[in-house]
């Protein structure tokens, strides 16, 4: 959906960049917004108040750069993640940075070779790689969209694939990658001297155990997550990576200096500091999960199991860009993530989701009846 672009002449624009076209989901002003992923649920009084304590105590200091290391910020997410998944990491084992997209983009920065991914996955991983220059391998996941092993780990060996992407949750399928699968592709990849970058963007979601767990036993795994989705702080823009310390030293060759502003820093450290809170919401966006998928079912749609706050659905007569504009005629945006005969739908609060599933019955019975 994404406009072409005619480059002027005069423009020195790579060449490779001019046939590229940027990442973004349509933004449009209509009253059920369930097309990108979000957290449905706002902070509340409590939290707000919290975060504004926390930022409020650094604003007397905006002139100075802020800590460049963010090294406060660095030890609670190693505590965080201790917390959840029994690990021992410290700050040493932790970056952070503007988002899990900054991350991602100072991994293709920072190391050597090709890079390969299993799709249907998440775009942008694909697109940060040739932004930077990188040849990029997408290998067809399987129809039920698990990963072909033999496949994958026949082309780890044949190719120059040093940075091997996977998605866990995976976006836009939501299923999951066992982690006896990641560890064999860790084990594989790291013969070849190649990193596997584990994409948990999702993890909070999911019943699966982090990668970050095989780290210890895989030096070459990199764990990038993310607080946008879970922590319901997708506007504060903090992402972070799991790894060894020389990953993490890798990453301070192709960082900006003063890249994460001290305001942030201040935000994620008081959003950390009430966690539980913040993760509050999980379980009834899971339960509401579960509730939504039966509902499509039952209304005879296909859906692929989901360990995320979305679903991913075919089974409608119509092509996947006529349901999602029947959806938009009555309010309701969703995501055609260009999987045909595929829509994605992220999870909404109980008023979200049952006009969604309205709308949706409404667009089915229409097309049915032309």
């Known amino acids: 959906m994404t406009k072409e672009m005619n480059w002027p002449d005069w423009l020195p624009l790579r060449q490779d960049l001019r046939k590229l076209s940027p990442y973004g989901a349509p933004q449009l002003d209509l009253p059920v917004k369930l ?126 694939v040093k940075i091997i992407f996977l998605t866990t949750p995976n976006n836009p399928t939501g299923t999951s990658i066992p982690l006896s699968q990641i560890e064999k592709i860790a084990e594989t990849a790291l013969l070849r001297n190649a990193l596997v970058v584990v994409d948990e963007a999702y993890a909070e979601f999911s ?9 210890e036993k895989c030096p070459n795994i990199v764990v990038v997550r993310t607080m946008s989705k879970a922590f319901a702080f997708a506007g504060a823009r903090v992402g972070y990576l799991v790894a060894r310390p020389e990953v ?20 994620a450290l008081a959003a950390l500091e009430l966690a539980s809170e913040m993760l509050a919401n999980v379980e009834r966006i899971i339960r509401s999960r579960e509730k939504v998928a039966h509902e499509l079912r039952t209304l005879g749609m296909t859906v692929a199991p989901s360990d995320s706050n979305f679903l991913l659905f ?14 938009v005629e009555q309010g309701v945006l969703i995501r055609d993530v260009g ?32």
């Open 248 to 267: 993490i030293n890798a990453m301070l060759l192709v960082r900006l200096p003063y890249h994460l502003s001290a305001l942030t820093q201040a935000a």
């Open 207 to 215: 019943s699966t155990p982090s990668a970050s767990t095989l780290i």
């Open 35 to 160: 097309n990108t992923n979000e957290n449905p649920y706002s902070l509340d009084q409590k939290m707000q108040q919290h975060l504004n304590a926390g930022i409020g105590r650094h604003l007397e200091f905006l002139n100075r750069y802020p800590d460049r290391d963010a090294s406060e910020l660095r030890s609670a997410l190693a505590h965080f993640i201790n917390s959840r998944s029994s690990t021992s990491f410290t700050s040493e084992n932790i970056w952070v940075a503007n988002g899990s997209n900054e991350i991602l983009q100072s991994i293709a920065l920072a190391f050597d070779g090709e890079a390969l991914g299993f799709e249907p996955s998440y775009s942008m991983h694909p697109l940060i790689c040739r932004v930077v220059g990188r040849a990029w391998n997408g290998v067809p996941r399987n129809s039920d969209f698990a990963i072909n092993m033999e496949k994958a780990l026949s082309i780890i060996n044949e190719r120059n």
């Open 314 to 327: 075919s089974g409608f007569g119509a092509g996947a860009e006529a349901i999602w504009k029947e959806l």
């Open 339 to 370: 999987i045909a005969g595929h829509l994605r739908v992220t999870i909404g609060t109980e008023r979200e989701n049952d006009r969604f599933i309205q709308a949706l019955s409404k667009a089915l019975d229409k097309n049915q009846n032309k």
